[in-house]
């Protein structure tokens, strides 16, 4: 009479072999779940950035060579400490310099944000004109 099915010592192999393929694919899975918070928290920082550059920009009474940051909403940035860093420098002059010529100013602006217990940072530089004023010639 033959004997159907497996041996103990074949279903602990399988079992071991099964095993270490679970454990390879967890491993995978774990490493592609950080990949992906990652690149998600990049990613929004990134889009915080050219927000926040877009309103600087806008504002024509930002102060010229001062340091200016704040912080984000936690609402913004998906419950992540972050905050911001920028300052306005002139970038170019007219040759000569006269009330109604434009020069070009250079915004740089860093966000910062916490991920893993460590501070990550991303720069962004932007331009905008300037007509000059009587008082900007004093400076």
């Known amino acids: 009479m033959k004997q159907r099915g497996f041996t103990l010592l074949e279903m602990l192999v399988a079992t071991l072999l099964m095993g270490i393929a679970v454990v390879g694919l967890m491993t995978e899975i774990t490493a592609s779940m950080r990949n992906a918070t990652r690149v998600t928290n990049r990613d929004r920082a990134a889009l915080l950035a050219r927000s926040k550059m877009d309103e600087l920009l806008l504002d024509p009474l930002f102060p010229l060579d001062t340091a200016v940051q704040g912080a984000f909403d936690t609402s913004l940035t998906g419950g992540v400490e972050g905050g911001w860093q920028a300052r306005l420098t002139r970038f170019e002059m007219p040759p000569v310099v006269a009330p109604g010529q434009q020069s070009l100013e250079r915004m ?28 900007d010639l004093q400076q």
């Open 108 to 135: 740089s602006l860093e966000i910062w944000w916490m991920a893993g217990g460590e501070r990550r940072t991303f720069a962004l530089a932007g331009y905008r004109t300037h007509v000059l004023r009587a008082e």
